[in-house]
């Protein structure tokens, strides 16, 4: 079956999607220089004048933008229309200061339901679809920007929100929900949570995860899928770019399709800041070719990943990025080494006895950085035996030390212990600075 939403902007031939992006680069450029102030003074004092890109490799010429411009110019600084003109507001949460404050105009709500419809119809979304939407509604771009991705290939939307897992539950049985969005996290959770609960996992229909907002290893989702019988796909953006609909896997999951006509997107080296090449890995920068309410030049985004624009199997042509590795300052570096906690999940996840649920506490002892990461026992682990649980304890110690480089102290909880989340989990506690 053929899965491409539209064909005219993901089968397009590469220098046809080169040629649009330029056209859009010289075009976003001069109008976040007339239209934004903080732009006008950022490019003059660069000594960059808008008529300067000529061609796509210009874009170096630009400086980055940070999150830290960005709350700087909180709420409505970085808005390049006049008030009237925004029709929608959203907002990050952010663990500390201001939130990073985003404004759509009608175009922009517009553009964001046509991408976000490229990525669910690429994996069999349609109108036969049933979904249930549990991430939050609210400043969380989440919800909203999947709610109308998914309408707009005609799916019945159920707008759960997040929270109440039980209730989650019942509506799945009842209304028959055959494609869940939420966090993998969440999604784990559920399954745990309708197990207790003493359902069977016949009651549901599930068949579809567009997941998303935080990362999965392989093999997470593989225990997603076997938990649920489903097909799970990434979904990836962030709010100060718009929200989900930057990229996402198609049916081969072979990388995350980019919707390149709407984002440029260039990897960096977050130390040097020095451009990569195809293929090479490092911090993804983002620039909005075609943002009216608040475009962004050169993001940074922290998220480290590579890009590759061979064409896809599935057809489309779109440069493709790998699974997000981590953020560059989700990045531990201890006692030299970077540790990344996807490194950390990939290892438990394929042990016997472990559960999906782990968290990893990083302290300062003397000069020394250490790694304590906790892990869950299934419940069938016999908690009496101490010999049993020890021979548990190395066999993780041993592993992660092969995949980490460094000894990590492996600590067990017992079953159900670490806390669930129902957003994005948070899996670190870094308590080096207290
Ligand atoms: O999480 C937007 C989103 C919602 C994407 C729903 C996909 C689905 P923020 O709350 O601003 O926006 O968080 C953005 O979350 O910089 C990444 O570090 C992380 N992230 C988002 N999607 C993925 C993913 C939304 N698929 C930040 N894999 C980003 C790994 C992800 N990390």
């Not at 709350?71 to 201001?98: C, E, W």
């Not at 480089?405 to 506690?429: D, H, N």
Request: net charge negative.
């Amino acid at each position: 079956m053929d899965l491409i939403w539209n064909k005219a902007a993901e089968t397009m031939k590469r220098a046809d999607i080169e040629k649009l992006q330029l056209e859009r680069l010289q075009h976003i450029v001069k109008y976040c220089y007339e239209n934004v102030p903080f732009y006008t003074k950022k490019l003059d004092e660069a000594g960059v004048k808008p008529e300067m890109i000529k061609t796509l490799e210009d874009i170096k010429l630009i400086p980055l933008t940070t999150k830290e411009d960005l709350r700087d110019n909180y709420p409505f600084g970085m808005l390049a229309v006049p008030q009237n003109k925004i029709v929608r507001i959203h907002a990050s949460s952010g663990t500390t200061g201001n939130p990073t404050v985003v404004g759509y105009t009608q175009k922009d709500i517009d553009v964001w339901a046509e991408d976000m419809a490229r990525l669910v119809y690429a994996v069999g979304a349609n109108s036969d679809t049933v979904v249930q939407i549990c991430f939050g509604y609210g400043l969380f771009t989440g919800a909203l920007g999947l709610h109308y991705g998914l309408e707009k290939v005609g799916a019945s939307v159920i707008p759960a929100s997040s929270g109440n897992t039980e209730k989650q539950l019942k509506l799945m049985r009842d209304f028959g929900t055959n494609c869940l969005v939420s966090t993998p996290s969440y999604a784990l959770y559920l399954a745990e949570k309708s197990k207790e609960l003493g359902f069977s996992m016949d009651e549901y229909k599930i068949r579809l995860g567009l997941l998303g907002s935080e990362g999965t290893t392989p093999e997470m989702r593989d225990q997603i899928e076997a938990a649920w019988g489903m097909f799970v796909t990434d979904n990836y953006g962030m709010s100060e770019i718009g929200g989900p609909g930057m990229s996402g896997e198609c049916m081969e999951r072979n990388g995350l399709h980019i919707n390149e006509d709407h984002f440029l997107c260039e990897i960096i080296n977050s130390q040097t800041l020095e451009v990569l090449g195809e293929g090479e890995v490092g911090e993804m920068v983002v620039t909005t070719l075609t943002k009216e309410g608040m475009p962004l030049l050169r993001y940074r985004t922290k998220d480290i990943t590579r890009i590759t624009y061979e064409p896809c199997r599935c057809g489309r042509t779109t440069a493709r990025m790998d699974k997000i590795k981590g953020r560059s300052d989700d990045m531990l570096k201890i006692r030299g080494v970077n540790v990344f906690p996807s490194q950390v999940e990939s290892v438990l996840i394929g042990l016997d006895d472990i559960a999906p649920h782990y968290q990893l506490i990083v302290r300062r002892e003397g000069f020394q950085d250490t790694l304590e990461v906790k892990v869950e026992l299934l419940e069938n682990v016999p908690l009496e035996k101490f010999s049993a649980l020890e021979k548990i304890q190395r066999t993780v110690e041993s592993k992660l030390q092969t995949v980490l480089g460094i000894k990590a102290k492996v600590t067990l909880a017992e079953p159900k212990s670490l806390e669930r989340f129902q957003g994005k989990a948070k899996r670190i506690l870094d308590l080096r600075n207290q």
